[in-house]
């Protein structure tokens, strides 16, 4: 099957920075085959036409971290610092979810991300019903790198953990069952919690699997909190970085969750190592973990990607808001010329498919890329011209979910005109309600 879509402006988001005035995308499949002008479209055979002239056509955006097992828990988790908000809400809602819940909760996660534009994401689960969110991935079209959370430590939640072998054997097996599985969408990232929830045995052995699987990724937390990283000094003797390097567990399949509290020589690791960072702002500001310097990261070198954490420490799985946020920040701290949008808007796409080692496949609108395409409707924010040298300041700071008019994720529209293809979401929060009526009655709290 092939689709013709015409828009008024393309940004390919190549690495000439292209954008292209009144063009047309064919796709093939799952992938591009032709980028057009209208002037040449009359030579084109499509199965079908999208006449898209008042849209701009932009690449599906990448998040590099979030937690959609976490999505039911949005609203009940408030004004906690880091390691008391995992205690005494999200370990034990974490503990308490079935196979529904969890279904139920990367559902309504994967809605809110696809009809924000989000197209791929790094996604770390739980301990348990790990295959519910991979089939809530599969079924909605999304892409996705996928992982159970290993934790064979836990002292602030003893039930919400289990022994090394075990977390090892049920990850394996996982991975073996689901990697590269729904034509490919979905691909697999050990997942070990972070250095308190693990031991050392267990960080070594996760990434050796690594080693085993084509494209598997290394995702993990890192100095998110002061209070972790000092707990973290004072059980291993080091900084963060510098124990996860001296584990020989960093390198380009890593991505790394939040980075706030680094000194020069973490910084240097993470470069000489070609390790990722996903920035979460908002959920860095809203438990008050601190403000990562993304600028110094940046300059030095180090592969900066966004993603919004989970729907209770941030309420939004919202890109528009962790872009605009994070250029912000750094202005704030850096001058206004900190952060560009233009650099904000590569970090959300090319930049997170380099993290996920995907840079080859998606991340731009070029030739031979599979088809993830997000259409925007600029015309709703109130700016009667957007000139291209404009058009990337009124993406990351004007721009909004209602901006988003269609998704297509490997040559398939999941998101149409504003509607959900293939979820109900009406149905989904109905559902949605009851499932966490049911969990919070499970719930045993510490």
């Known amino acids: 099957m092939s689709t013709l879509i015409s828009v008024g402006k393309l940004i390919t988001g190549n690495a000439r920075d292209e954008i292209?005035?009144?063009?047309?995308?064919?796709?093939?499949?799952?992938?591009?085959?032709?980028?057009?002008?209208?002037?040449?479209?009359?030579?084109?055979?499509?199965?079908?036409?999208?006449?898209?002239?008042?849209?701009?056509?932009?690449?599906?955006?990448?998040?590099?971290?979030?937690?959609?097992?976490?999505?039911?828990?949005?609203g009940l988790a408030e004004d906690f610092q880091l390691l008391d908000w995992l205690k005494k809400r999200i370990f034990p809602f974490e503990a308490a979810h079935d196979e529904k819940s969890m279904f139920c909760s990367?559902?309504?996660?994967?809605?809110?991300?696809?009809?924000?534009?989000?197209?791929?994401?790094?996604?770390?689960?739980?301990?348990?019903?790990?295959?519910?969110?991979?089939?809530?991935?599969g079924e909605t079209g999304m892409r996705a790198f996928v992982g159970k959370a290993m934790m064979d430590l836990n002292d602030a939640f003893p039930k919400l953990k289990e022994p090394t072998k075990v977390s090892l054997r049920t990850t394996l097996n996982l991975a073996e069952q689901w990697h590269?599985?729904?034509?490919?969408?979905?691909?697999?990232?050990?997942?070990?919690?972070?250095?308190?929830?693990?031991?050392?045995?267990?960080?070594?052995?996760?990434?050796?699997?690594?080693?085993?699987?084509?494209?598997?990724?290394?995702?993990?937390?890192?100095?998110?909190?002061?209070?972790?990283?000092?707990?973290?000094?004072?059980?291993?003797?080091?900084?963060?970085?510098?124990?996860?390097?001296?584990?020989?567990?960093?390198?380009?399949?890593a991505c790394l969750a939040h980075c706030i509290h680094l000194n020069d020589r973490e910084m240097d690791i993470l470069k000489t190592t070609d390790s990722n960072i996903a920035h979460c702002p908002s959920s860095n500001l809203k438990l008050g973990s601190g403000i990562a310097n993304i600028s110094k990261l940046v300059n030095h070198g180090i592969n900066v990607t966004f993603g919004a954490d989970g729907a209770p420490c941030n309420n939004n799985l919202n890109m528009f808001q962790e872009m605009r946020l994070a250029s912000l920040l750094q202005k704030a701290f850096q001058g206004p010329t900190a952060l560009p949008a233009?650099?904000?808007?590569?970090?959300?796409?090319?930049?997170?498919?380099?993290?996920?080692?995907?840079?080859?496949?998606?991340g731009s609108i070029e030739v031979g890329k599979k088809a993830d395409i997000v259409l925007l409707d600029l015309a709703r924010i109130w700016n009667p011209v957007i000139a291209n040298e404009d058009i990337y300041s009124?993406?990351?700071?004007?721009?909004?979910?209602?901006?988003?008019?269609?998704?297509?994720?490997?040559?398939?529209?999941?998101?149409?005109?504003?509607?959900?293809?293939?979820?109900?979401?009406?149905?989904?929060?109905?559902?949605?309600?009851?499932e966490l009526m049911d969990l919070l009655e499970r719930v045993e709290y510490q």
């Open 20 to 74: 292209i005035d009144d063009a047309a995308i064919l796709i093939e499949g799952n992938r591009i085959q032709q980028i057009l002008s209208q002037a040449t479209i009359g030579r084109i055979d499509s199965t079908e036409h999208i006449h898209a002239h008042e849209l701009v056509a932009i690449p599906g955006f990448v998040q590099t971290h979030v937690h959609l097992c976490q999505t039911l828990f949005r």
């Open 106 to 137: 990367a559902l309504l996660g994967i809605a809110e991300l696809i009809r924000s534009g989000t197209t791929t994401i790094l996604d770390m689960g739980s301990i348990n019903h790990e295959e519910e969110v991979i089939r809530a991935v």
């Open 180 to 253: 590269n599985s729904y034509d490919g969408r979905v691909q697999y990232a050990v997942a070990p919690r972070f250095v308190l929830s693990c031991t050392d045995a267990l960080l070594q052995e996760a990434h050796e699997m690594t080693m085993s699987f084509e494209g598997m990724l290394f995702h993990t937390h890192a100095s998110e909190n002061k209070t972790e990283v000092k707990a973290v000094r004072d059980r291993c003797k080091m900084e963060n970085i510098e124990f996860l390097d001296h584990l020989h567990v960093l390198s380009e399949k």
């Open 342 to 362: 233009k650099q904000v808007f590569k970090m959300a796409t090319i930049g997170g498919a380099r993290a996920l080692g995907l840079e080859d496949v998606i």
């Open 394 to 434: 009124t993406i990351v700071y004007s721009a909004e979910p209602a901006n988003v008019d269609s998704v297509m994720i490997d040559g398939r529209w999941v998101y149409r005109k504003g509607i959900s293809v293939d979820i109900d979401e009406a149905k989904i929060l109905r559902e949605a309600k009851n």
